[in-house]
């Protein structure tokens, strides 16, 4: 009977603790994102290229790696979907589009208790620039430095929300021009992760 309550109680606790483990190994992560964009662009000392800004739906994926019990390093990748088109001010048809935005990050972060998270971002950010300038359209596709900042709350073991604020810096050298065009992509990004 001794052997028997003793095999039980071990094998409750080893469940107990199998339980545990599972638990704080779901490092993967499937993000849901609303992006919203707000573009500025420069071309030399030019003043009539426009702005402009529209939220985007967005996909990511990321990985955890725990340096220790508080501290994480986390690698992501990130796809936004549809186009934003910035049309100059200067009251002609000419216009810049941005399509095909993904992100190649890492987020170095700390736990500051078992809900809420705090991590600096940086990567890059790849872009497709068509810019169109009296009918002729040149198109090229660029990465530049991305960096930034974010928060997430943890609802259960499955499920996250993640609030970022990330800035881009592109150049594009559209039009084989000496002065490259710059774009500045502001981005404030909320997330909902499902964890595995």
């Known amino acids: 009977m001794k052997k028997l309550l003793f095999t039980s109680i071990l094998t409750a606790s080893l469940a107990v603790n199998v339980s545990h483990a599972s638990d704080s190994d779901k490092k993967q ?3 849901i994102e609303a992006a919203y964009f707000d573009v500025d662009q420069s071309f030399g000392s030019a003043d009539y290229l426009g702005s402009d800004s529209k939220v985007l739906p967005g996909l990511g994926y990321s990985y955890r790696f725990d340096i220790s019990d508080t501290l994480f390093i986390r690698p992501n990748i990130s796809f936004y ?3 934003i088109a910035v049309k100059d001010t200067d009251g002609t048809d000419d216009q810049s589009k941005l399509s095909s935005i993904h992100s190649y990050l890492v987020d170095f972060g700390g736990k500051l208790n078992d ?3 705090i991590y600096g971002t940086a990567g890059s950010t790849r872009v497709t620039y068509q810019r169109s300038v009296s009918g002729i ?3 090229q596709s660029e990465a530049g ?3 930034g ?3 997430s709350y943890d609802f259960n073991k499955y499920s996250a929300v993640e609030l970022k604020y990330q800035i881009s810096d592109i150049e594009f050298n559209s039009f084989g021009s000496v002065v490259p065009y710059e774009v500045t992509l502001d981005t404030v990004k909320l ?3 499902y964890k595995f």
Do not use: H, L, N, P
């Open 29 to 31: 992560a499937i993000t």
């Open 145 to 147: 430095i991305t960096y």
């Open 191 to 193: 997330g909902i992760s």
């Open 81 to 83: 979907f549809s186009d």
């Open 149 to 151: 900042a974010g928060i």
């Open 115 to 117: 809900k809420f998270s």
């Open 137 to 139: 359209s040149d198109r």
